[in-house]
DNA sequence: GGCCAAGATGAGCAGCGCTTAACTTCATTA
DNA sequence: TAATGAAGTTAAGCGCTGCTCATCTTGGCC
């Protein structure tokens, strides 16, 4: 492969008509330029320049080889900028994660803030559960994920890092009707009650039933949905109680959310990425989600 | 300025998947990929790999340089195949020029023996007399040229190389109608004769003022052009008689060419070339033209 | 549990490419 | 004609680079 710094050495020596000048012009010394446009000729196997005295002529293989390597120099060094941009953030792409609520609140933020730090950089986003987005974090498909992890049901994050956002209280969520719980609620006196409960197989339903088991009482389900708006609304319609996590809480006259007493139990918000930083990017949003 | 070895050894990863493959296939030891890589990451300053156990997985950014890189990679490696075609003198441009009549003899027997060796060769003509020829030869204009001097006409040809093609006698031209010559005659005899005769101030005017001179007398000139042809026309139209050289004769059933008696004037045919053989097509050039 | 494969790391060594310095060759100028 | 200076070349020296070889670490696999 011909040498790039010695193409560059000859642009410069075509350009500027003499080795000395084509040395100033470069930060290198007269003989360091007549010894790479020695080894150049050399590894071309045709003399590039006619030595006259006191100056040389470039050949017409000099000057071709000079317009020949003027476009792969550039783009060159275009690439080095581009890959330096990426190093720097300015571009590049981020591919995230998140939970469904998440995307709706926490996300937003953060990218707004990630959109101050690194003006040029692409966000690629995917909702999903984190039963989905760790094994896409784990095998590259993201860079980071928010997940969350309820108190009572562990997840399997396997040798991804975590690192904690937010610990959410759980809330009940009682028809506004209800007047017979005032500023807290125990889960106990909840067990007679009908349970809108996520759906069968999730994190959140499997923490609804040890919760209960821990209160001595298995809930009685009427309806099932991962979605918390739908739960608010059958929580509404007097359909029954719930147990959410604070970001499933939202102003609405017909629900009123009530803490539960006792041990407080809790989901936690988590950003999950491999331990390798290898996206440039991470560490920004990883400091724009800590910020919000 | 990023190694083109680097970038080259980084494609052949993330083609092969893995930095072992890349070894085999380009005949490093792993150890050196490594290395390579490793150095690569700290020029760009951005992670090209994540390392897992037993593999590596080439970041966004790798993938990103590596398909940058390709173009002008392959734009290199294109540049060394058309000079290294120059070096065999399988492409390139031979700037010939040469004297009017060799133009018409020489050249083009030179020439075809020259594509023979050299087919993709390409060559560029130019017609001129020796003193037009010579600076452009020795300025680059040209890298070679056929010129001729009278033996009696010193001609300056600088530092520049001449090669002797071969030595034409001189003839005289006469009418056919002529009867009183018959296998040669002595210049001095045609010294009450009109002659026609090169352009005043051309070699071949001094040529023939400086031979006669030597017969002892001045020619009294009737018509003057540097074209034998012209030249030919006018002596068969019994205009005159003519001194040419050999290459000014042609078959014409009006006119006779007949060897000066005595100690023999030559015009040489010369090609003359700057010392430094810049040009691959130069050698097989002179070698055809030597072959003629 | 032992083995193997992939990659990383350190030592060592050869070669490359720079600078410095001295030399050659001309052109310019006194 | 001699001195000066500029351009290029060449030799010496040295530090850095980049390879190989050897060794180590890690984790999958029989």
Redo the contacts between chains.
Sequence with gaps: ??D??Q??TLRAVVDAGSFAAAATQLQYTPSAVSQQMAALERA????L???LPHQV?P???AQ??AE??G???A??????R???G??RGEE??LRVGAFPTAGATILPRALAALRRLTPGAEVELVEGEPELLVPQVQD?RLDLALVYEYDLVSADFGTLVRVALRHEPLRVLLPASRRDVSVSVRLADLRDETFVAPLEGSAGAANLDRMCAAARFRPRVSFRSNDYAVMRGLVGAALGVAVVPELGVAPDRAVRAVPLAGRPLRRRVDVVH?P?????LLAPMLAALRGV
Aim: aromatic share 2%; with cysteine.
């Design positions: 492969m011909l790039p710094t193409l560059t071309c196997g045709v003399p320049f006619e030595r002529r050949t017409a293989a071709r080889l020949l390597a476009g792969p120099l783009d060159l060094a275009a690439a080095e581009e890959i330096a990426m190093a590049g792409r590259g491999r390798t930083a290898a996206n440039p």
